[in-house]
């Protein structure tokens, strides 16, 4: 993962830094040895950061005493509805450490900038030019730390006429075109349901500042690296607006799923199937006079006639399970999937193969269980630890500060 120790600085060691040491030195993980600040909220910020603290790297999330929203988002753990039992904030925080501290307070700002001076990568998701009003600005912290990497991951970036705007999910998906090209051509566009807009910048923050970190190992310096929910959405859609310039303009479309004898199936028998495949399917499906027929015998000609194919294989696929109807066409090479539920997940073979899914022991909540990295790696030291709880390792890491 390349010479992660160019900017590594001495930290004294707490006796809780103890504890978390021995409890990963069987396995340490590959950004073993880096020190991250995340002073992000919500969503993105804090996502990019579970990764690296996923890493092996030694994140403190850095709240101010009211707490990260995310503490009061749905759905709560049992019956409690107070700061330490949000679903959302236990996924996103895991693995991480945690302090309070009031940046508008000069003496607490201080303590962050100490604690700068020891890191490789802060994470935050501020209003931009709000830690430079602070003095705790990338430019700021990097005159005593010119190997910091600064995470900055906001709605519409650090420049431009919509930087100081507010954002959301919905906000991204919709400025970024995505909505564009959902739902159907008749109806409003269409949002992706939860917050699928802020995970996808949070990955994106976390693979910049996995790369600027390689920069600076490799180049000998830090930098600022900008995230913008807006951009990433954009960059989520490219093949709409670089369609639209070669003349095909972007329209919504019906889906193509079939309802199945347990939910929902998308056959992919418009595209992607062989021409020889077309008669067995027919075969299957109990209609082999179709194999003949002019509105399907070609790709072209599924793909116009969609809404009578759909019919067809709806009236097919409604007796059966739709994982069988999953198997039995894939066995075909059609690209063929099913909507999964988050039970049908739960059970996956896929992901049981992939040892995906990990049970987290929670000393407050007993066994959660979390998705594990969208990655494999040689070195799978993915580190999986309860959230914090708000200001639980002031002491530790703050000291009487």
Not at 191 to 204: D, F, M, Q
Not at 306 to 318: F, I, P, R, Y
């Amino acid at each position: 993962m390349g010479k992660w120790n160019v900017y590594r600085r001495p930290l004294p060691r707490t006796r809780f830094q103890v504890i978390w040491h021995i409890e990963m030195q069987s396995n340490e993980g590959v950004l073993s040895g880096i020190k991250v600040l995340d002073l992000s909220q919500g969503v993105a910020g804090p996502f990019c950061a579970k990764f690296l603290a996923g890493l092996g790297a030694e994140v403190i999330k850095v709240e101010p005493a009211g707490g990260d929203p995310a503490r009061r988002a749905r759905p709560f753990f049992g019956d409690s509805d107070n700061l330490e039992s949000s679903a959302l904030f236990a996924y996103l925080n895991t693995s991480k450490k945690g302090v309070t501290l009031d940046l508008d307070v000069p003496g607490q700002a201080r303590s962050l900038k100490e604690l700068a001076q020891d890191s490789d990568i802060l994470v935050e998701s501020f209003a931009p030019g709000y830690l430079d009003s602070l003095g705790l600005g990338y430019d700021d912290l990097s005159e005593t730390n010119p190997g910091l990497i600064h995470v900055s991951v906001t709605p519409f970036g650090q420049a431009g006429p919509y930087r100081g705007y507010k954002g959301s999910d919905i906000v991204a998906q919709a400025m970024g075109a995505l909505m564009y090209t959902i739902g159907l051509p008749d109806r409003e566009p269409l949002k992706v349901g939860g917050e699928s807009a802020l995970y996808a910048t949070g990955i994106s923050a976390f693979s910049a500042a996995m790369l600027a970190l390689h920069i600076r190992d490799t180049q000998g310096f830090g930098q600022h690296v900008d995230i913008s929910a807006m951009d990433v959405m954009t960059v989520a859609q490219i093949h709409s607006s670089i369609n639209e310039q070669f003349g095909h303009i972007p329209v919504r479309r019906p889906t193509n799923l079939v309802r199945a004898k347990d939910g929902w199936v998308s056959p992919g028998l418009e595209s992607g199937v062989q021409q020889g495949t077309w008669p067995k399917i027919c075969e299957l499906m109990g209609v082999p006079e179709l194999a003949e027929d002019d509105r399907f015998t070609t790709q072209e000609a599924r793909r116009t006639n969609q809404q009578a194919l759909l019919e067809v294989v709806g009236s097919w696929a409604a007796t059966m399970p739709k994982e069988e109807i999953y198997h039995t066409l894939q066995s075909l090479r059609t690209i063929t999937g099913y909507v999964a539920t988050v039970e049908d997940l739960l059970v996956s073979k896929q992901y049981a193969e992939r040892e995906f899914f990990r049970t987290l022991a929670d000393p407050v909540y007993g066994d959660v269980v979390h998705p594990g990295p969208p990655f494999r790696m040689d070195d799978d030291g993915w580190q999986l630890f309860p959230a914090p709880r708000l200001g639980e390792h002031n002491e530790e890491i703050l000291g009487g500060a």
